[in-house]
């Protein structure tokens, strides 16, 4: 009998010790880091805090940035942010975007699309009563609130995508909004987060199952969408149909990294920011001067839309900027921007 419990003891400790191992994997920390740009840096922008997502109009040259310092929230300080813009074509530097919103603004996630002439912003905010989603109507360099989306269902809004002005994805990081479990679901990486979809009348479920679900995207058309869940380290493709919004999945593609935002740009390319060492990007999230090494992909649609050609068009040990978040691509340039630090890269490629 005893023989017994001493066999079952020790299969239970070597199974704790071959799960940490995979675990260990899995988050990055045996891979070794090769840094590499295909380009130069041409400038790092300075005091944007959490430059998290950016999203871009093609046809004029703006560069939307999504900025709140994550560090001061985290620590439990009163923090505002804002909504900057670039204009890419121009020297000048990034300028804040007056708004209308009146509260707390603590923008994360951004989606930029164009309707009938007008221009609008999808943010995801965080703030002291809550998190939802706001929409702005973009015009005279202001940001004009129009709305703003809650439910019990969104309790851990990341990022979102606007299809229109009535009609939006965005996701759910974790299962679960605060407390143990939500250690829980990072550290053993059970997926409870998941993807809503609003319709135009109420938030439902398209899609479950995912390990910190973070950036989705559409495809120009519309007729596809992208999602990423950051601890499952994989990208989803999806069939979408345009009349009523239903998802269905085509693909999954395993990059071996902390998949973050998506950006699509004018020829259906996606760019992928990612942390290639998570548990460093969580060191770094409690203190600054741990670095988090930073890395982008290019993946490039083949065979219909399911398969990608894939390239690594940045890696850095996190010195020059660290947990890149997003990446987008402009006329031959590559902008990153950060969960934390108080920069976005501008690179030539």
Same mark, same amino acid.
Request: contains cysteine; aromatic residues 12%; proline residues 3%.
């Given at each position: 009998?005893?023989?017994?419990?001493?066999?079952?003891?020790?299969?239970?400790i070597i199974a704790i010790v071959l799960y940490i191992i995979h675990t260990l +994997?899995? !988050?990055?920390?045996?891979?070794?880091?090769?840094?590499?740009?295909?380009?130069?840096?041409?400038?790092?922008?300075?005091?944007? &805090?959490? =430059?998290?997502?950016?999203?871009?109009?093609?046809?004029?040259?703006?560069?939307?940035? !999504?900025?709140?310092?994550?560090?001061?929230?985290?620590?439990?300080?009163?923090?505002?942010?804002?909504? +900057?813009?670039? @204009?890419?074509?121009?020297?000048?530097? /990034?300028? $804040?975007? /007056?708004?209308?919103?009146?509260?707390?603004?603590?923008?994360?996630?951004?989606?930029?699309?164009?309707?009938?002439?007008?221009?609008?912003?999808?943010?995801?905010?965080?703030?002291?009563?809550?998190? &939802?989603?706001?929409?702005?109507?973009?015009?005279?360099?202001?940001?004009?609130?129009?709305?703003?989306?809650? *439910?019990?269902?969104?309790?851990? /809004?990341?990022?979102?995508?606007?299809?229109?002005?009535?009609?939006? #994805?965005? =996701?759910?990081?974790?299962?679960? @909004?605060?407390?143990?479990?939500?250690?829980?679901?990072? #550290?053993?990486?059970?997926?409870?987060?998941?993807?809503?979809?609003?319709?135009? =009348? @109420?938030?439902?479920?398209?899609?479950?199952?995912?390990?910190?679900?973070?950036?989705?995207?559409?495809?120009?058309?519309?007729?596809?969408? +992208?999602?990423?869940?950051?601890t499952g380290r994989e990208l989803l493709t999806f069939d979408r149909n345009k009349?009523?919004? $239903?998802?269905?999945?085509?693909?999954?593609?395993?990059?071996?990294?902390?998949? *973050?935002?998506?950006?699509? *740009?004018?020829?259906?390319?996606?760019?992928?920011?990612?942390?290639?060492?998570?548990? %460093?990007?969580?060191?770094?999230?409690? *203190?600054?001067?741990?670095? !988090?090494? !930073? @890395?982008?992909? $290019?993946?490039?649609?083949?065979?219909?839309?399911?398969?990608?050609e894939v390239a690594e068009v940045y890696l850095n040990d996190g010195q020059e900027?660290?947990?890149?978040?997003?990446?987008?691509?402009? $006329?031959?340039?590559?902008?990153?921007?950060?969960?934390?630090?108080?920069?976005?890269?501008?690179? %030539?490629?």
């Open positions: 009998m005893k023989s017994k419990l001493k066999i079952s003891l020790w299969l239970f +994997y899995a !988050s990055g920390f045996f891979k070794k880091l090769d840094p590499h740009l295909a380009g130069e840096v041409t400038t790092i922008y300075r005091s944007l &805090y959490g =430059t998290e997502d950016l999203d871009v109009d093609y046809k004029k040259g703006l560069l939307f940035i !999504s900025s709140t310092d994550r560090w001061k929230q985290l620590r439990g300080e009163s923090v505002e942010g804002s909504i +900057y813009l670039l @204009q890419l074509d121009s020297g000048s530097a /990034p300028i $804040k975007i /007056p708004t209308t919103y009146k509260g707390v603004f603590r923008p994360h996630g951004i989606s930029y699309f164009s309707k009938n002439v007008l221009n609008y912003l999808f943010v995801v905010n965080h703030n002291d009563d809550g998190n &939802y989603i706001e929409l702005f109507e973009f015009k005279n360099d202001t940001l004009y609130h129009q709305k703003s989306y809650a *439910d019990a269902t969104m309790c851990c /809004p990341n990022d979102v995508v606007g299809i229109d002005t009535d009609e939006f #994805y965005v =996701t759910n990081d974790h299962g679960t @909004q605060k407390g143990a479990l939500r250690k829980f679901e990072d #550290y053993l990486r059970i997926p409870l987060s998941y993807l809503l979809y609003f319709d135009g =009348t @109420q938030l439902t479920k398209a899609y479950e199952g995912l390990s910190y679900g973070n950036g989705v995207n559409i495809s120009n058309d519309g007729s596809r969408l +992208y999602l990423t869940h950051t009349d009523t919004g $239903k998802i269905t999945l085509t693909s999954k593609l395993n990059l071996s990294s902390g998949l *973050d935002n998506i950006s699509v *740009d004018e020829q259906d390319n996606l760019w992928i920011g990612s942390h290639p060492q998570m548990l %460093k990007f969580i060191g770094h999230a409690t *203190d600054s001067s741990k670095k !988090s090494p !930073s @890395q982008v992909f $290019k993946l490039r649609p083949k065979n219909g839309g399911d398969e990608y900027i660290s947990g890149s978040s997003v990446a987008v691509h402009y $006329k031959g340039e590559l902008f990153i921007g950060c969960v934390f630090e108080d920069k976005l890269l501008r690179a %030539k490629l």
